[in-house]
């Protein structure tokens, strides 16, 4: 399984930016695809996450309210569409694969990761 996500960089406070993860390597049914986030010294943080199969969302309190997660099934794709982005968004964002469980916030339910892709937010 790969995930390659990409989508980060430089924007101002209340801009926006959408992060892709391409998924490649398995039928991904059954799965739940999830977003995370992390800044140095701090343990990774669920941001969003969907049910492949089911197309339900999921989100961390940081996403609530200004971040969409979707997926494509035709294109292998989850997306995460971030609005009225805040300074204290600035982050690695990761995001991961794993088989759905009850329990999406938590890192352990994902067994692959994607190599992460930054995103800092200027004030």
């Known amino acids: 399984v790969q995930l390659q996500a990409s989508g980060g960089g430089l924007v101002q406070a209340w801009g926006s930016l959408r992060l892709s993860c391409a998924a490649s390597g398995c039928d991904f049914s059954g799965y739940v695809m999830g977003w995370f986030r992390q800044t140095p010294g701090k343990e990774r943080e669920f941001v969003a996450a969907i049910s492949w199969s089911y197309n339900s969302p999921w989100y961390g309190d940081p996403a609530k309210g200004r971040f969409t997660i979707a997926r494509d099934i035709s294109k292998n794709t989850v997306y995460l569409q971030m609005n009225r982005l805040k300074p204290e968004d600035t982050a690695v964002y990761y995001c991961?694969?794993?088989?759905?469980?009850?329990?999406?916030?938590?890192?352990?339910?994902?067994?692959?990761w994607g190599q992460g892709t930054e995103v800092t937010v200027s004030s």
């Open positions: 991961a694969a794993g088989v759905h469980t009850d329990v999406v916030v938590t890192s352990e339910t994902y067994n692959y």
